[in-house]
């Protein structure tokens, strides 16, 4: 049994929803890859699915596991319709082997009179409870023996994982199950699918050695003296016997899990710990070129989070296989069913989700995977091992769309070659400052920062001989700017090797790191290398977060240049964007300022403003910070009174 068609309307997000489900041209299904933006109906749309499927088996047993008694697992909700709307309806049509059809229906109605009206085309039999209540949930067509026939199984987001470390009182080597005629004793809602596998692993293992291992007698001879005499004996040798199947399709998906992070790889297998061990199953391994087998895990917790999950999520379909199907002759191509995998990337890190997953899936071609993912390397993976025999559907209108058009991919795309340029770039321009000497180096965030800090410096030692003493350089730069994330990530990596001079980054008060930073008056984060916030000025300690800028008093920060150009703060603008002192001047986008305009959430205006004849007013901070650092006329005798603090604070840490 497979999905053939789901139809959702005025569900959530999900207005107007109708996918029909790619298959091959031998029959076997596609695999199915939800992708959108949080809140844009991938678990409403999964949850859905699952609800139908339990109710297509508790049409079939009494008692079922995946619910309490008579209750659903999706709740009728009417504040799920979609507003504007009077209904939502969900249908889910199953085609079955022979050519039949089960169809799924969900309905909830404000006006249920007018929607049994508006529904009538489907023949669905909406009865006086559903005109009294508004509610109603449907199965059409015959059920018998899905849960029998078919690996059927739901993977939630909620699924975990018992790490080594875990204090646990259950014993995973033991589970007795007593099955009830009418009664359910499985969940195919997999929430502790880790322990559940590594019981059913221990077994296959164990029943392949004790069961299946067949004597072969054979006559072996000693010498004794010129002659040779007979002695009767016998070797142990392998069956094909269905545990011994199972347990080398169990290996393969172990080797292909691991050949992500072990590229010289050769085979893994599970083994079985000593009785020292306490009976469990090992992780053990063999490489190319390398001699002998090892044990990497000595029991099934020490394996990776993510590993272990994997190992849990494709082991539990050749397990539920194995529970339904009596064939000896066992292989992965005979498994059918349909498996809901929510959020598959979780916990994986990148070469899982891109390399092992989609060879995971490859393993299981008549299984219908509907999965959702958040990751473009996942989808990346997906193409390269599937092709065009996969589908990415963007929700909420259910679109079949391109790799490329996959938000996250054009997202993580840019974001990567960004900071990798940036990266390369910053590293290139710091080479000579991190290597030519042994002096304490300075690098600011932002390009303007260093001017004015080197400016308040020569002020200091010129003016007043203050803080002679301080011996450091700048990394001056022009092109290439440090911004508060660009400089933390600079800084973290620098702080991971060990540096012959100390490094301090400076900040702004003003986003998330400096922000951070600024809680402490010295942050050290290793290797001689420190990050600090510039301090809050007594003038402006009214602010939430300044910039360099905001270091200055308002009438040195609004001193014009030659060209009548100055630097504009957002308090001094209306909230139409009108100069208050002159409404003859503004910025050209009002929302520049929007919710700015006041002394504490002040912002520094340095473009965009303008004149009723179009004429530009403001002056850039490049442009501000180098009339104070090449000391024009206009930009003399400033108070840098409130750079005091930060250099007693280099001053600090050279000293430290």
Request: contains cysteine; charged residues 25%.
């Amino acid at each position: 049994m497979y999905i053939k068609n789901i139809l959702i309307n005025n569900y959530g997000a999900l207005s107007s929803f109708n996918l029909e489900f790619p298959f091959n041209e031998n029959g076997s299904p596609k695999p199915i890859v939800l992708v959108g933006k949080n809140g844009s109906g991938k678990t409403l749309l999964t949850s859905s699915i699952v609800d139908s499927l339990i109710e297509i088996k508790r049409a079939n047993f009494r008692t079922i596991n995946e619910t309490k008694e008579n209750s659903y697992y999706k709740a009728g909700k009417k504040d799920y319709i979609t507003v504007g709307e009077n209904y939502s309806f969900v249908r889910v049509e199953f085609s079955k082997g022979d050519g039949s059809s089960i169809y799924y229906n969900d309905i909830a109605s404000t006006q249920p009179t007018k929607t049994r009206e508006l529904l009538q085309h489907y023949n669905i039999n909406l009865n006086q409870e559903f005109i009294d209540y508004g509610f109603s949930k449907t199965i059409n067509g015959d059920t018998k023996g899905i849960f029998e026939k078919n690996a059927i199984l739901y993977f939630p987001v909620n699924r975990y994982y018992n790490p080594a470390w875990l204090v646990d009182s259950d014993d995973p080597r033991i589970q007795t199950v007593e099955n009830y005629v009418g009664q359910s004793n499985d969940n195919f809602i997999k929430t502790n699918v880790i322990k559940e596998i590594e019981s059913w692993i221990l077994d296959v293992i164990l029943d392949s050695e004790l069961y299946e291992k067949i004597p072969l007698m054979v006559q072996a001879y000693i010498p004794v003296g010129n002659n040779f005499i007979p002695i009767p004996g016998q070797v142990i040798r392998s069956s094909n016997g269905k545990n011994t199947k199972i347990q080398i399709l169990i290996n393969q998906i172990l080797t292909i899990i691991l050949k992500s992070k072990i590229p010289n790889l050769e085979t893994a297998r599970f083994g079985i710990s000593s009785k020292e061990a306490g009976r469990k199953i090992s992780v053990i391994i063999k490489e190319n070129g390398v001699e002998g087998e090892k044990r990497i895990c000595p029991t099934f917790s020490h394996m990776s989070s993510g590993e272990a999950m994997l190992v849990a999520l494709f082991c539990s379909i050749i397990k539920k296989f194995d529970e339904i199907s009596t064939l000896e002759e066992f292989n992965l191509t005979q498994i059918e069913g349909i498996v809901i995998i929510d959020e598959i990337d979780l916990n994986l890190h990148i070469e899982y989700a891109k390399n092992a997953v989609p060879e995971l899936l490859r393993l299981f071609p008549k299984v219908q995977f509907i999965i959702t993912s958040h990751s473009p390397f996942f989808l990346l993976g997906m193409k390269e091992c599937f092709s065009d025999n996969y589908q990415i559907i963007s929700t909420p209108n259910g679109e079949i769309i391109q790799e490329s058009d996959f938000d996250e991919i054009q997202t993580a795309y840019s974001i990567f070659i960004e900071r990798f340029q940036d990266i390369k770039n910053n590293l290139k321009i710091l080479e000579k400052d991190l290597y030519k000497s042994t002096k304490t180096l300075v690098i600011t965030e932002g390009k303007t920062d260093w001017k004015h800090i080197k400016s308040a410096l020569l002020f200091f030692q010129e003016k007043q001989e203050k803080f002679i003493d301080l011996d450091f350089e700048f990394h001056e730069y022009n092109d290439a700017s440090f911004s508060d994330d660009k400089l933390n990530s600079f800084l973290t990596n620098v702080s991971q090797v060990q540096n012959t001079k100390k490094i301090i980054g400076i900040f702004d008060r003003d986003e998330g790191n400096g922000k951070r930073y600024s809680k402490n008056k010295i942050n050290s984060l290793g290797n001689k290398v420190y990050a600090i916030s510039i301090p809050q000025p007594e003038h402006r300690n009214y602010h939430e977060g300044i910039c360099i800028e905001f270091m200055y008093k308002d009438q040195d920060l609004y001193r014009c240049d030659e060209a009548g150009r100055r630097i504009y703060t957002s308090k001094e603008f209306n909230e139409n964007g009108r100069l208050t002192e002159n409404l003859e001047i503004g910025v050209k986008n009002h929302n520049k300022i929007k919710g700015k305009n006041n002394p504490v959430f002040d912002n520094i205006i340095d473009s965009d403003v303008i004149d009723i004849y179009g004429n530009s007013l403001a002056l850039s901070k490049n442009d501000f910070a180098d009339n104070i650092l090449n000391k024009n006329e206009r930009y003399l005798d400033l108070d840098f009174s409130a750079f005091e603090e930060l250099f007693e604070t280099i001053r600090e840490i050279i000293n430290s």
